[in-house]
């Protein structure tokens, strides 16, 4: 019988030699044992919970997961030893900076309040912030941050980008050490690790100057939640994040009705154009294994 690749149902993926393609969604029974011991090549569903990419510890031949979020934090931890686990690099590049510039513009612009104000009729006009002649700091400098500094490149604001190894165009991290309150606009585009758990902690966000939008794409682990919270509230910091530390946020958390502060349900990378971007990579991926395996590799 053939090995199988086990993918989410929408991936809808062209055969390669030897492998078949199953099919399995969160919250749909288990596939039989029969077939998870056959399973070489596994794609947990789209932000799906660990106990759903945990699955794999059944699975006693299984080579590769291929995730389909850009982050995997944790899911390392509950595979089995030996299994390869591969990140989904360029897939939610565009989507997410999209976001991003989104958030800012409706941040800077106040098009949060004036939807909120057109349900009372209230016409609100005033000088409110612009996007343009902003210092914008972009820390993380991976494919989410450059696809963030191409779409903010017509805007006429003044981007500056900080990594952790300092190259390709950016600074090192350290230096916003003595940078903080220098910035307008801070985006967050880390990927979550233990050094950046959280990123901006309380000192560094009580460093940051009177009025700086904190805008967070990575993590919601990257932020100092309860910090974050008494910086909005006094008035001080603004807020515009796609991830939340806890998340879902609950309903009750002060940060849904904190001022200044626009929260979405972490959908970044979901948009009409992950489906067809995640099937090119999740099929790149599957030929280039099975290639592998052909070749002996």
């Known amino acids: 019988m053939a ?6 149902g929408w991936l809808d993926l062209v055969p390669v030699p030897d492998i078949t393609v199953a099919h399995w969604d969160a919250g749909e029974p288990v596939p039989p044992q029969e077939v998870l011991d056959r399973v070489v090549f596994f794609v947990p569903p789209y932000m799906g919970a660990l106990a759903d990419v945990a699955l794999a510890q059944r699975m006693p031949r299984l080579q590769v997961v291929q995730a389909l ?8 931890e509950v595979l089995p030893s030996g299994v ?9 590049d565009a989507s997410t900076a999209e976001l991003a510039v989104g958030l800012m513009i409706a941040a800077q612009r106040g098009l949060d309040v ?5 349900s009372e ?10 996007l343009a002649d902003s210092r914008v700091a972009i820390v993380g400098w991976g494919g989410v941050g450059r696809a963030i500094a ?20 950016a600074l090192p991290v350290e230096s916003l050490t003595r940078r903080w309150d220098q910035f307008d606009i801070v985006v967050l585009a880390l990927p979550l690790t233990p050094e950046t758990t959280p990123f901006l902690t309380a000192d560094r966000l009580a ?7 904190v805008v967070n794409v990575g993590r919601g682990g990257l932020v100092d939640t309860g910090a974050l919270v008494a910086e909005v509230q006094s008035g001080r910091l603004r807020a515009a994040v796609d991830v939340t530390d806890p998340e879902p946020l609950p309903a009750e958390h002060p940060l849904w009705r904190a001022p200044g502060v626009l929260v979405t349900p972490h959908v970044g990378g979901n948009s009409a154009a992950f489906p067809p971007r995640a099937t090119g990579m999740v099929q790149r991926e599957l030929a280039a294994f099975a290639a592998s395996r052909a070749a002996g590799g």
């Open 207 to 213: 460093a940051l100057a009177p009025g700086t939008l």
């Open 69 to 76: 979020m850009a982050g995997v934090d944790g899911m390392a």
């Open 3 to 8: 090995d199988v690749a086990l993918v989410p």
């Open 114 to 118: 004036a939807a909120r104000n057109m």
């Open 121 to 130: 009729g209230r016409w609100d006009h005033r000088r409110l912030r612009s």
């Open 150 to 169: 191409a779409r903010l490149a017509p805007f006429e604001c003044e981007v500056t980008a900080f990594s952790r190894s300092g190259t390709d165009g």
């Open 84 to 92: 390869e686990l591969r990140r989904a690099v360029g897939v939610h």
